[in-house]
């Protein structure tokens, strides 16, 4: 079968969903619970009900829309991903991944060809954790790892919580206990996204088929000396954290090409130096460590080499040190059997494909212990996502949901 995906209609509806907007003319600003949020759902609501499918939502705002299948019984096939987005974003993170499961449905609906199994698009609430500084809120809380307490404990800076912001728009969180999602409920799930990197664009391949995501784990290491006078002290007598971790610093990307599995990446994206005067020798210095990589083995490695030559850096300048945990995620390994099933359907359309991992984590990790996960990516113009640049290929965006449409019937015949 070859599904007739309406390209028009889907960039049409990409362009109306990024209207729903707080920061016109400087990205795209909708954060999960805003109004501008609400406005989205509305207008997916009504596409939905044109359509015929019957919507649920849960405690946490996680939207599902269902085209039966011939067996109401049988596990439903899912596919979609979010709607929310970063201060001013872009217009493709997530929206593809939603709309385009949305067309891919639609066009199943179209085509009038059977299918045993129900097809669902999802929308997930809070994947970016614009609001609570915690990305997959949504996700978590479906599949059990955000509980209520959780929510009414994960506060915006103005100490508004989760729960709060999801009564205020409408929803229940105490009934999220009834909306679990459990091994057996769904047959599978296929997220496609935009790979918000430069991979396929340099390979001049149109869509990824993601075999696994990377685990993350942060540190921060927190250095302290003595802070006097720049001008009056010697060098001899300095005891400058900032000197001993900028020798740490420099180390890290040797450990992350050291790691020994190819696929290791590290970086120091957060620093700050108190008091942070120019003319002060600093007293204290605090700076993050975030190590991303397909294998646990790779993060293990930049962690042992961390805390191996760290001490060393600081002992030998008499230099305080401790080295604190921030947030530890596992690397997530995709369901094989997907990944082999949209190479064939993309044979057979002749759109060329690569197997590649994902650096960035998704709602599909998510689901992926629970239910047989897979993801596609299409690239993203210069690798931009997160800022108001971010694009991508009308032409690209119509393979992959033609891909898509193709995976998501042959999972739900």
């Known amino acids: 079968m070859a599904f007739s995906i309406d390209r028009d209609r889907l960039i049409k509806e990409l362009e109306d969903l990024g209207r729903f907007n707080r920061t016109p003319e400087e990205g795209v600003t909708r954060f999960s619970f805003s109004p501008e949020d609400g ?37 439903a096939v899912l596919s979609g991903s979010h709607i929310d987005t970063v201060l001013h974003g872009g217009c493709y993170d997530g929206t593809v991944g939603t709309l385009g499961a949305l067309e891919a449905v639609r066009a199943i609906a179209e085509s009038d060809l059977p299918h045993r199994h129900p097809i669902e698009v999802i929308v997930f609430s809070e994947e970016e954790g614009s609001n609570f500084g915690s990305t997959l ?12 307490e959780d929510m009414e404990n994960l506060k ?13 728009a409408g929803y229940e969180p105490e009934t999220m206990a009834d909306f679990l999602l459990r091994p057996g409920d769904i047959r599978a799930m296929v997220e ?35 802070a006097n006078h720049a001008g009056a002290t010697p060098m001899t007598l300095r005891r400058d954290p900032l000197v001993a971790a900028a020798h740490i610093m420099a180390q890290i990307e040797t450990l992350a090409r050291g790691s020994g599995t190819g696929t290791t990446v590290a970086t120091v994206g957060k620093i700050a130096c108190f008091p942070n005067v120019s003319n002060i020798i600093p007293g204290e210095i605090r700076f993050t460590v ?47 059997d997907i990944a082999s099933l ?24 998510m689901l992926a212990p629970i239910v047989a996960t897979g993801m596609l990516f299409i690239p993203s113009r210069g ?31």
């Open 137 to 148: 809120s949504g996700s978590k809380a479906l599949v059990g790892k955000y509980s209520l």
């Open 290 to 336: 975030e190590i991303r990589d397909v294998k646990a083995a790779g993060i293990q490695s930049v962690l042992d080499g961390i805390s191996a030559l760290a001490p060393a850096i600081a002992a030998s300048r008499d230099i305080s040190l401790e080295i604190i945990s921030v947030s530890d995620s596992d690397p997530v390994q995709l369901d094989g």
């Open 156 to 168: 915006d800076p103005e100490g508004k919580s989760m729960a709060e912001m999801a009564r205020d």
């Open 342 to 365: 949209s190479e064939e359907c993309a044979a057979k359309r002749d759109i060329p494909c690569v197997r590649m991992n994902s650096g960035a984590v998704h709602d599909a990790c």
């Open 383 to 413: 690798g931009r996502s997160h800022v108001p640049e971010e694009y991508s290929d009308p032409d690209d965006i119509e393979k992959g949901v033609s891909l898509l449409a193709d995976v998501l019937y042959e999972l739900a015949r």
């Open 39 to 75: 406005m989205a759902r509305e207008y997916l609501l009504s596409i939905f009900a044109s359509m015929g499918l019957k919507v649920s939502v849960d405690g946490a705002g996680n939207m599902r829309a269902r085209l039966e299948g011939s067996d109401p019984d049988a596990p």
């Open 192 to 226: 496609l996204h935009v790979e918000q990197s430069v991979v396929l664009e340099s390979m001049g391949v149109p869509v990824g088929i993601v075999e696994a995501v990377a685990g993350i784990r942060v540190v921060e290491i927190r250095m302290k000396g003595t």
